[in-house]
């Protein structure tokens, strides 16, 4: 038993301060439970939702690789992508982890976070309800979808023949779980047509927060993918990296004219040109997050491998920027009362992020992440 669970390989140093910062995280969220929010936290009644919201709300698009890449492997017959599908649903698994966490760390009334399941207690007309019902059972779909990684790795044949066999039900239910709460997330906001700035607010959001998370999951799959084939010396598939890119763009072109076309339906194109904060907000969540990984993905760099990895990051820097305005500068209170996360707060998000990276590294380092050239064909 003792073999069966000895390292290959020694563990790395950067692996350490990763784990310390995990810890931290884990010890400050369990005294966040003990003592409650407002000792922890600088939320209150005028700004109930705060740091942990925000990243929640930046990293389920992040995640979106998971439900992309299934969708794009199994149900359009792009058998290339299959090599890919592996690190995009752990990326998305654990992205979902870390939102699962830190909602529930965001809940008040923490023990009783069951009555959400619970049907007497169900509020099926709320959209929080079924963006937590969804999440919640995408994560045991995305858990079914890379159980085989770590299956393979004990060889547990019965669980491996299930899953496979089953993979075409299970990757359904996962995009369509997707897909309901990636647009629901918009939906929440409609009902803030008054708090939240009119460049952000628009009857458009469930569609646009939907092909945001299509467009930011691809760009999150290229840049992970990227990462681990130069990190492990893998040979890097070109032709996998630019069809990547090409679905990307389309993603981000449909995005930019929903985004324009509401403008001016809205006679809104104005307020682009106001010299405050919203407007310079506005022209650089277009320029970082739309235009220019457009310009490198329609252009001869899209054909390289770096760029879907460079337009990915731009598309993600771009998608972060619009996230933090809807969920929080763009509801910021005409008022004296100010929020600035605690350092409780901060440290709690970045040690989750951390313990992300490390067992993300961990599962590359020491499961197959990526199926054999023959398999993969």
Known sequence: MKAAFKLEKPIPVSFYPLALLTLLAVVLSIYRLVVGLGPTTNMSDHYPWGLWITTDLFLIPLAGAAFTISLITYFFGRGRYHTVIRPAVLAGFLGYGVVGVLLFLDIGRWPQFYNIFVPGFMNVHSFLEEVSLCITLYTVILVLEIAPVFLEKYNLQGPIRWINSSIYWIAGAGIILSTLHQSSLGSMFLLMPYKLHPLWWTPALPVLFFLQAVYTGLGMTAIAVNLVWR?????????????????????????????????????????LLNPDAFGWLAWLELILGVAIPLIILLTRLGSHSQGPFWAGVFAIIGTFINRLVVSWIGLAEPSHVTYTPSWIELTITIGLIAGAFLVYGAVVRYFKLFPDTEESH
């Open 231 to 271: 990190a492990m010396k893998l040979p890097i598939d070109r032709i996998l990296f630019k069809r990547i890119g090409q679905a990307m763009s389309l993603m981000l072109a449909l995005y930019l004219a929903v985004k324009i076309g509401d403008w001016m339906g809205a006679g809104e194109v104005d307020l």
